[in-house]
């Protein structure tokens, strides 16, 4: 049973170790998602302390690694999102290893499928890093996260548009709006933990937990459940 305690045809969840075959080099700060149930492994700082813009694929079924297509620039501490149709999104992150700060020309890519190529979208929301990636249903969603100076407590949303004929996919620049976070504390939080519930996206980090209407437009302060995660700085 792999080392996981059983009981009849019941088994207790447990680590498994995975191949290391074809696996990635040794790496801080890459980002990670899903598409056509396989984990993506995308960008990071290699062991050389040398921005990235490979990519990896695990396929679980199979217990294999293969490398993917790389992105149009190496990134790391940027965030990754897989709950849209149009497969693995990445967005922010940082150009180099060396300095942390160095933010601009990055765009977000979408990887519609696992053997396809990365897709370079029209335009960023902001130039960030360490920032919360939604899908609300609809849009896109960025929040929060840190730039030269600062963590931001805007929230930004955008629609993109999918053109068949092309088969490309493009930012609705006219509908990408600001939603900033006001009158509450630490709405600025880098690193934040953001997904969609219902008619809502709520934001994990910081000091307490706040959700966006979609509807609306409008924020509140949710309370965590009791036993709930500990939300700490980020």
Known sequence: KNGRTCSGSRCLP????????????????????????????????????????????YNPATDTWSSGPSMSQGRSQHSTNSTS???????????ECSNGYA????????????????????SNFAEL??????????????????GEVAHYPNAYVTTPIYINILGLL???????????????????????????????????????????NITTGSWTEWTIPSGGPDLGEH
């Open 14 to 57: 447990a680590w498994q170790p995975l191949s290391t075959t074809n696996a990635p080099q040794s790496r801080e700060y890459a980002s990670a998602g899903t598409v056509d149930n396989r984990y993506i492994i995308s960008g990071g700082c290699n062991s050389s302390h040398a921005i990235t813009a490979n990519t990896y694929i």
């Open 85 to 95: 149709p149009y497969g693995v999104a990445v967005d922010g992150g940082i150009t």
């Open 103 to 122: 933010t601009a020309g990055l765009d977000m890519e979408v990887l519609p499928a696992y053997n396809s190529n990365w897709v370079t979208l029209a």
């Open 129 to 146: 890093y360490n920032l919360g990636f939604g899908w609300t249903g609809s849009q896109f969603m960025q929040y929060g996260g840190s």
């Open 170 to 212: 493009v930012l609705n620049l006219s509908t990408g709006v600001s939603v900033p976070c006001t009158g509450f504390d630490h709405c600025s939080r880098s690193n934040p933990l953001i997904f969609k519930d219902g008619g809502y996206m709520r934001v994990l980090g910081s000091s307490a937990g706040l959700k966006y």
